[in-house]
């Protein structure tokens, strides 16, 4: 026991007062969910106080806030303070966003299996687009899969167009902007405006549709993968040569798209009734 309160006095003296930089409220308020973190269990406003450096005015105002947001919670003594279920919520996030790939792969090998198209998985990363996994089509005649890694084309994929729909619009507006909407093909959406209405088409039907906007020739369709808060956390889509994409074979596609997307989503999107 005394070992177990000697880790747990040195990881809170790492949290003692330094020299800080940025948003100094943000900052406090952060030090604050470190020390309780760190006090493994209940800890009191004092106590906290001493080892941010903060007055206990300043202390109990922030202490408060986190209360009200559910970040941190009331503790059984009097004026003392745990973490409080938000954080679990955000740790739940956290963890589920990391285990996607794992998740996902033998989603993707059934998708690739049923469709016998090329599969692919991807998230946004700051701007950036990202192929985290891919699977080749099985069929002779088969589309140019792309590679793993970053391409500025959100705008121009099923998989981008599917992330950018569930974005909060002046996030979509930043990858858009710091990205911009070089034109692939013809066919590519290059003016913002027409790019946010089909966007919002894509959220209504819950799938996007890459039309020869990429590649020429290829059609792709892509739906979001949400976290158990219904933020998008990546997309699927399925990649097909035109002379494959009949009606029929689009509609397995979607079907299948969105049904694997479904099974790795925490909530499912929410699309028009009709």
């Known amino acids: 026991m005394d070992e177990l309160n000697q880790n747990r006095d040195e990881t809170l003296n790492r949290l003692a007062p330094e020299k800080k930089t940025g948003i100094q409220s943000v900052d406090r308020a952060l030090t604050i969910l470190e020390i ?10 004092n106590d906290i106080c001493a080892r941010a450096g ?9 202490v408060k806030t986190l209360v009200s947001r559910n970040y941190v919670a009331p503790g059984s003594g009097r004026g003392t303070y745990s973490l409080g279920s938000q954080v679990l919520t955000l740790a739940g996030a956290v963890n589920w966003q990391s285990n996607l790939s794992g998740r996902a792969q033998p989603l ?22 990202v192929t985290l996994i891919k699977r080749e089509a099985r069929h002779a005649l088969r589309v140019d899969a792309g590679s793993i890694g970053k391409t500025g084309a959100c705008h121009a994929t099923a998989t981008g167009k599917a992330i950018l729909a569930w974005l909060p619009e002046d996030e979509a507006l930043k990858v ?13 959406i290059t003016d913002r405006d027409r790019l946010l209405q089909e966007l919002h088409q894509v959220r209504t039907d819950g799938f996007a549709v890459d039309n020869e906007e990429f590649q020429q020739h290829v059609v792709c369709v ?7 808060n219904g933020s998008v956390i990546g997309s699927i889509s399925v990649s097909t040569p035109t002379v494959r994409a009949s009606d029929e074979h689009l509609a397995l596609v979607r079907r299948e798209v969105m049904a694997a997307t479904g099974k790795l989503s925490g909530r499912a999107p929410e699309t028009a009734k009709n």
């Open 176 to 188: 858009l902007e710091a990205r911009g909407m070089r034109a692939f093909t013809e066919k590519t």
């Open 222 to 228: 892509g739906a979001p993968i949400l976290d158990q």
């Open 108 to 129: 993707l090998d059934h998708l690739n299996a049923t469709t016998g198209e090329a599969v692919h998985l991807a998230v946004l990363e700051g701007v950036d687009l």
């Open 54 to 62: 903060l007055n206990v005015s300043t202390g109990h105002h922030l």
């Open 36 to 45: 309780i973190a760190a006090s493994t269990g209940e800890i009191s406003l």
